[in-house]
Structure formats: C-alpha cells, structure tokens
C-alpha cells in the first residue's frame, strides 16, 4: 500500500504480532483499532493473571515480559489507538473497493445479546496466532488428557496446575515451556517424551546449538521454581511418544513406548506410567479462517502468503506471525513490526525498518530448523486402533474412516466428510481437520485426495447466536467506552 | 481432586491476594478465585469431565483451553454452550452440564 493515504489501520489480534503492528503502525501517526477476542492483551504467549490481581513478579513465567509491558503500556496510553477487547471477528466480509469488512461481535465469550460492529478500514493487519496441534491416539478424548496449551493457559492465566502427576509428550520445543510452567504452579512433571530422536534434533539444532541452549536454560530456571521440586530434575526423552491413555471417565494412566524415527511405535518398548493428568501437543495449526474469508492466498505448507511486504495477496491485506509460519515470539514481533509500519503507508527500504527486517531473516531460520527437528513424521497413524476418536466432535473412528474410504472409493473430501461427519462438529475441524485429511490421503491412494478442499474454510468464523445476528451491526459505536466489554 | 490451584502464598510470581468467587456447578458449591474461568473453578473442584458427548455419551472436559476444541461447553445461567474455558466465572453463575442427545429416530 506504499504510497496511498492510510488513515486508519485494524489490528486483528493483540499477541506479539498484532501488538507490534498497532505499535508501528501508531508510530508512523495512523490511527489504529486494535481488536482482540481476549478482555487481556498479550495474547496466548503472554497469557497473564488477569488485571484485577497484578503479580509483583509476572516476568518469572514469560519470555520477553519486558517486550509486552512497553507494547502495552504505549498501546493502551495512546489515545490514537483505539483498543477493543472481547471483540471476536466473526466474518469478513470482501470487497473491490478495498480489503474488506470486518463484523465483529463485542462482549463476554459466548454471551447474548452482544454488540455488533463493522469496519472497512483502509488497511488490515490479520495477527490470528495458532493453536496446538494434537494428533489422535486412543484415549485422548478422555478427560484429563489435555493440550499443551490448555496447560499454559491455565498455569499462567489462573496458577491452576491441571494435575498433580502430569506426563507431557509429543513434539518441538514449545513442550518444555509447558513442564516448566506446570512446575512453577506445583506439578509434578513425571516426564517430558519428545518423539523426535537425536539425529533430527542435531540436523535441526547443529547450525545453531547455543538457541537450544538458550531454551533449555530458560526451562531449567523456570522449573526451578517448582516449590518443592526444586533438586528433581524433569526428564527429557527423545525418541517415546505417549501412544495410549487409560481410564474411565479419566485419565488414570497412560501408555509410553519407543517411536522410530517415523514415529511408528516399537513393539515390546511400552510401559505404563500411573498419571492423573497428561499434556500432549505435536505442534501448532495456523488460524487462517479470517485470512481465507479476506481472500488471501496460501503456500503449499498451508501459511498465508506474504512477501517481503508482509502484504497478503489481497492488496491491504497484511499477515504477521504464526499464520506466516510458524516461528515462535521473537519472529512475529519482527513481523508484526513490518506489517504495521507497511499497512500504515511505509516501505520495507524505510530507515527504521532496518533492525526488525534483520530479526526477521535471523528468526527465519530459527523457524526452519524447529521445523526440521521436531515436524510430525508420516507414522503416526500407526499409534491408531480402529476405535480411536479422530474427530472428537462428530466421535468418528480410525475404523469409520477407514471403512467409509474403503466401501465408498471416493477421493473427494467433501464427500468423505459428509458421509463419515469427521470435522463437521462444532469444532469445526479446527482440531481434527489437518489429521482428517492426512489420514484419508493415505487410505484413498494413488494421487491422494481429488478435490482442491481443505478444512481449513469457516466462512462463520465463531459462533454467533441467532439473536445477535438478527439485530444487525453499527458501522461505528457512538460510545467507545460501552463497547470495551466487561473486564 | 488431580487439578490444584497454587496457594497464592507460594506462588513465586507474588501475586496480589485473590478475592473469592463461589459458582453453582449442577447445583454444587464451588468456590475459586476471582477473574478465574468457570473451567479453571470446575476444575479446581475436581471435575475433570463435565459434559457428556452426544453420540457415545462419553464425558469431556476442558481440552484445548484456549477457545478452540468446543469441549468445555456449558450452559450458565440458562443461556447455552458456552465455553467454560473462555468465560470467566462471576459470583453467584449457575452452571449446568450439557448432554444434548441425538434424536431417537423412534419418531419416523
């Protein structure tokens, strides 16, 4: 948008990312509203005690604590930027004579009778974040198997320990934070189970041990605060995944073994652990919702598409952080501070830009080797039984899919899903989607899946209640103040 | 009772002293912290799984934790599926556990 007149810049998203927009964005005077459907800022990674009980020592469980108290403190003392909280973007809305329309909704989570609102601003920054992926395995839908990040939200949101023994597996290094954070609220981690063995990690790692090093360090001084686990040393395990849980109605137990390298558990390696709580994420899933109703193009990985720019293929249209890849705080930070500054009319040659092009190109390549030593491998649909959940919503089997695939002989994942109902629950597929297709790609053989479908598609992008939509919006709330949502 | 909220006097972060919240969870008492979420209380308070799923009747609970997975739903103060997750708990919310169950059929 380099050269047009921008008055007015919408933020979609107050983690790292969207912060760092609204800030560059202000910086170059454009006016900015800043939407996040949180009543906090921060976001998921610097997701905190909520404002009503301030912590003396909040920077103890984060990365980058300082980062976010200057971002926020600026953003929230700027009286150009206008900060609306507990605003969930529901739908947007194109057009040709700009980006587009965003229709918000403004109130309690999930609440009636809530405030809506449009804007059509001149340009738009989409900062959605990700969220854990989890892959199946039986037992996960029972209670007490958690995300990763169900783990860490409710650790530094609310100091809640989910369980007292925890086991936490899966893949990349997002799960050390997690043990840490559930040390410092008083679990007991039992074992952190990495699927991925030495010789991933090294081809990851090797160019650059001293940043695994720098994250190892930070997880040891945070598990140090673990009141009364301050000696016991949290085990780390290369090579295990967690491939059963066990109970009724609740996680009792789970089920470690060994993994190849391809994660197909190793016969005669599995051993049960006794554990009231177990934390498994594989990685995270982009929230392109909001980017695919805007009209933005994708990569072949399933990212926005961004140049250099951090403009999307919709002109106006900017994207930062984990929906450009997934890299962690430090690179959505640098990304964020380019597309606020280019969706506020700047260049990427500007001055000022210089040092956060620079992070953005070192964080890249951090990305990239995450990516290469901790990425899901291909077997793990070998962990499956035939009465696994894939799709916890819909409660559709490893065996349904199978079995529809097989009598139906369809390639299309349309029809796969409307015949077996696997990511049309009202998760809408968000966490079974990417496993859905990746399972039924491989049952269908050769050429994969035949339709240019993904699950990735919610024109509804949350839930909004019949009554709400009915009563129709306001193109701008004449009262700022009523529309901040309750604390 | 596996899920524990960390007594505030041990919480190397220091934070402010909590002020309490008491919930109603299908007619139980349950008391947490206020600017808690009602999942963070029916957690704290033992229960691990507080909705029953339609098709198997298996109980679910808090998953993903962060607004996502739609597994926390429940109804508070006669409005339904909201995520517990995603609400923060206000003194005196009636919470109730959803169990929608599929048609019967037996109709047709």
Known sequence: MSGKLVNEVLVIGAGPAGLAAARAARERGTSVILLDSSDQLGGQFWRHLPETRPAGREEILHHGWSTFRDLSDALESDSGCRIIRSAQVWAIETSPEGPGTVHVVVGESDGVDRGRLAFSP??????????????????WDLPGVFTGGAAQALAKGERLAVGRRVVVAGAGPFLLPVAASLAATDARVLGVYEANRLPALLRGWLPKPWQLLGAAGKAAELAGYGAGHLKNRI???????????????RVESVTIASVTADWMPIAGTERRITADAVCVSHGFTPRLELAIAAGCALTSERFVLVGDTQETSVPGVYAAGEITGIGGADLALAEGVIAGHLAAGGAVADV???SAVRRRRTFRGFAARIEAAHAIRLGWPEMLTPDTIVCRCEEVTYGDLCGTAASTRSKSLRALKLSTR???GICQGRICGRSVEELLAARVGDGGLSDAVTTDRRPIAAPIRLGELAVGHHNLPSDPDSMKGRK | MPARLLRFGDDPIQPAPPSPVTITVDGVSASGVAGQSLAGVILAGGELGFRRTSARGRLRGVFCGIGVCFD?????????????CQRRAADGDVVTSQHDRL???DAT
């Open chain 1, 122 to 139: 001149d340009t738009i920054v989409l900062a959605t974040g990700a969220h854990d992926r989890t892959l199946p395995f039986p037992g």
């Open chain 1, 352 to 354: 000022g830009l210089r």
């Open chain 2, 103 to 105: 048609p019967s059929g």
């Open chain 1, 422 to 424: 696997a990511g049309l």
């Open chain 2, 72 to 84: 926390c739903l429940v109804e508070v103060n006669g409005h339904r599926d909201v995520r517990a």
């Open chain 1, 235 to 249: 085990p780390y395990r290369l090579g295990c995944a967690v491939v059963a849980a066990h109970g009724t109605d």
